[in-house]
C-alpha cells in the first residue's frame, strides 16, 4: 500500500533563515507522481509542485527547491531565506496508478508538517 | 479564472442529523474529489469521480455517506446521519482528467467546516 512520511510535526525557524522540510514515501508502482501542497492558516490547499516518478531533476522556483531522491524514495522541499509568510503546514502528496481502472489515481497526503517563520 | 467553489463554509449540526455540501469544480475540470481533513491531519480521500461517474469511493463509509456528480460538473456530498467523529474539514478538489498513468495538480475549494454536537 502507498504511504507518505512527513517526521517533522512542527518546526520553528527565524526569519531568513533555510528550512528543510522531509517526505519519505513508499510505492510499489514504478510510474507515480508526487506533490507539494501548502496549508496557511485560512485554510485553502494550494498546489506548490507535481513531479513523476521519471524526473529526478531537482526543480528551484525562486525560493523553493524540491530535491527528488528515488534511492531513498524522499521528495525533500527547501525554503530559502524563510519570511514570516511562509508560515503553514505543508503537505507532501503521493498518487499512483489505479490498477483496476483506466481512470482515477490512488491518491495519499502525508499528515504534514507545520512551519512557524519567527520574525 | 473560478476556483473551487463550495458551500456552506460553516456547518453545525447535531449527532443524527443529516447534511450536505456543495461543490462546482473549475470549468473543464473532469475529476472531482471530496477529502475528509480531521485536525492536525492531513486530507483523506473519500471520493473520486471521473466526470459524473465515480472512479473510486472505497474509503467513503457508505452506510452513512453518499456523493453524486448527476450532470458531469457540480457534486454533493451528504451525512447521513451525522456522527461526532464526522467533525472535520469537507474539501473539494478538481483536476484535468486524471488517467490510469497520469496524474495532474489538484485544486481545492475552501472547505466547509462541518461540527457535529
Known amino acids: 500500500a502507498q504511504k507518505v512520511t512527513q517526521a517533522q510535526t512542527e518546526i520553528s525557524v527565524v526569519e531568513k533563515e533555510d528550512v528543510t522540510l522531509d517526505c519519505v514515501y513508499e510505492?510499489?508502482?514504478?510510474?507515480?507522481?508526487l506533490f507539494w501542497y501548502k496549508q496557511p492558516p485560512s485554510g485553502e490547499l494550494v498546489f506548490l509542485i507535481r513531479?513523476?516518478?521519471?524526473?529526478?531533476q531537482n526543480e528551484i522556483s525562486g525560493r523553493y527547491s524540491w530535491n527528488f531522491q528515488k534511492s531513498t524514495s524522499s521528495f525533500n522541499f527547501t525554503i530559502t531565506a524563510s519570511q514570516v509568510v511562509d508560515s503553514a503546514v505543508y503537505f507532501c502528496a503521493l498518487s499512483e496508478a489505479r490498477v483496476v481502472s483506466l481512470y482515477g489515481q490512488n491518491f495519499v497526503f502525508g499528515p504534514g508538517t507545520r512551519l512557524s517563520v519567527l520574525p | 479564472e473560478a476556483g473551487v467553489a463550495q458551500s456552506p463554509r460553516y456547518k453545525i449540526i447535531e449527532k443524527r442529523q443529516s447534511v450536505a455540501f456543495w461543490c462546482n469544480p473549475i470549468?473543464?475540470?473532469?475529476?472531482l474529489y471530496w477529502y475528509q481533513q480531521i485536525l492536525g491531519q492531513g486530507p483523506k480521500l473519500l471520493i473520486q469521480?471521473?466526470?459524473?461517474?465515480?472512479?473510486?469511493d472505497s474509503q467513503l463509509p457508505k452506510d452513512r455517506f453518499s456523493a453524486e456528480r448527476l450532470k458531469g460538473v457540480d457534486s454533493t456530498l451528504k451525512i447521513q446521519p451525522a456522527k461526532l467523529e464526522d467533525s472535520a474539514v469537507y474539501l473539494c478538489?478538481?483536476?484535468?482528467?486524471?488517467?490510469?498513468?497520469?496524474?495532474?495538480?489538484?485544486?481545492f475549494g475552501p472547505g466547509t467546516r462541518l461540527t457535529v454536537t
Open positions: 470549468s473543464g475540470h473532469a475529476t
Open positions: 469521480f471521473q466526470n459524473n461517474g465515480v472512479v473510486d
Open positions: 513531479r513523476n516518478s521519471f524526473d529526478e
Open positions: 478538489a478538481s483536476s484535468l482528467l486524471a488517467l490510469r498513468d497520469r496524474s495532474y495538480e489538484q485544486y
Open positions: 510505492t510499489r508502482d514504478t510510474t507515480y507522481y
